[in-house]
């Protein structure tokens, strides 16, 4: 029986636990409602109990101020940059998996297994229905084009989701390049940078701009939402690329922590979270992409779309964090 018949169900039979009770205890940068239902499909398969703390601020600074007292065996967030930021900490640890490394392609984990991504999403562009012809957007290169004249809207060039396109640009084209790319971008927009993505959406649907840069979940979660729907509504979700490269993506992931005291039960979920049933699942109700190629994407993640996706392997694009900012300042993008 699969994962999703399981949970849907309830009724498939659990392996036996053992006599002494197991568990694995998890930190997570997601909310816990949204792995929960993966959480108990995991320990009702394995009889391993799965604890997690929601810490959505510093939890690689909670880490590193535990130490080797954490109870911490794996952890969940989002981001390349955040998981980059553990790794150098040193408060994550090499795995060895056959099953990890046959799901996940391989750049979408580190090549020396510290940390291995569970979903991607899709750094796009939301267009206004009824003022941009979707042809007008081709690459992420165009947006310095004087024709974006007073007609984009994004949020802050420091937040992680900006930098990491930043560092992108940076690895396919250089330094100099990308400063010239961040002064046409922001010579382009029709107000300082401010607010989320959905922030953006919503100045789209006010006629404050016309196109924003975003990522791909947030259509899902202003479509869930009473009030955002008019304006997700309002824009259709385009895919630019780089020139002679795909759409920039970004990830969610896993880890297992350096002092992990529960290291078997930890590699257990972290395979578990790799299968196929496992990511389908949690790639819709996050409303992303599944990382492992076996996986199919949700019928709503996939009515937005083909995604062709930069394979540019994302350490190499992490790496690039600390020039990226350090350009955003030098033109004052969000000045």
């Known amino acids: ?18 006599a002494v009770a197991q568990e694995v205890n998890i930190y997570s940068y997601r909310q816990p409602e949204l792995i929960q239902p993966l959480l108990d499909a995991f320990t ?9 703390a929601f810490i959505d601020k510093g939890l690689t600074e909670r880490l590193v101020a535990e130490g080797e007292r954490s109870p911490a065996d794996v952890i969940l967030t989002t ?29 979408l984990r580190d090549d020396e297994g510290q940390w291995f991504a569970l979903t991607t999403r899709a750094r796009i562009v939301y267009a206004s229905k009824d003022r941009v012809d979707p042809s007008e957007v ?17 949020r802050s060039g420091t937040h992680v989701y900006t930098l990491g396109l930043v560092g992108a640009m940076i690895e396919h084209h ?14 382009n927009l029709a107000r300082p940078p401010e607010g989320n993505d959905r922030a953006q959406v919503r100045a789209i649907w006010s006629g404050e701009c016309d196109i924003s840069l975003g990522n791909t979940y947030y259509m899902g979660a202003m479509l869930a939402d009473e009030e955002q729907t008019q304006w997700a509504e ?29 290291r078997d039960e930890a590699l257990a979920l972290m395979e578990f979270l790799a299968s196929p049933e496992a990511q389908e699942i949690y790639a819709e109700v996050v409303h992303e992409y599944p990382a492992s190629p076996a996986a199919e994407p949700s019928e709503l993640v996939s009515s937005w779309g083909a995604l062709a996706a930069d394979e540019t392997d994302l350490t190499a694009i992490a790496e690039h964090r600390a020039d990226a900012l350090r350009l955003v300042e030098e033109v004052n993008f969000d000045g």
């Open 174 to 187: 250089g330094e100099e390049y990308t400063k010239e790319w961040l002064e046409g971008v922001k010579s």
């Open 79 to 107: 981001d390349i940059s955040r998981l980059d930021q553990a790794v150098e900490a040193g408060v994550t640890q090499s795995v060895e998996s056959e099953a990890l490394e046959e799901a996940i392609p391989a750049n």
């Open 1 to 18: 029986m699969t994962l999703r018949a399981l949970l849907l169900a309830g009724t498939a039979t659990a392996i036996a636990a053992p």
């Open 234 to 262: 309002s824009v259709n979700v385009l895919f630019p690329t780089f020139e002679s490269h795909g759409t920039h993506v970004n990830v969610s992931g896993m880890a297992m922590t350096a002092s992990a005291p529960n």
């Open 44 to 52: 009702e398969q394995t009889g391993i109990e799965a604890n997690v």
């Open 138 to 154: 081709t690459t992420y290169e165009d947006l310095a084009d004087p024709k974006w004249e007073g007609r984009i809207c994004t």
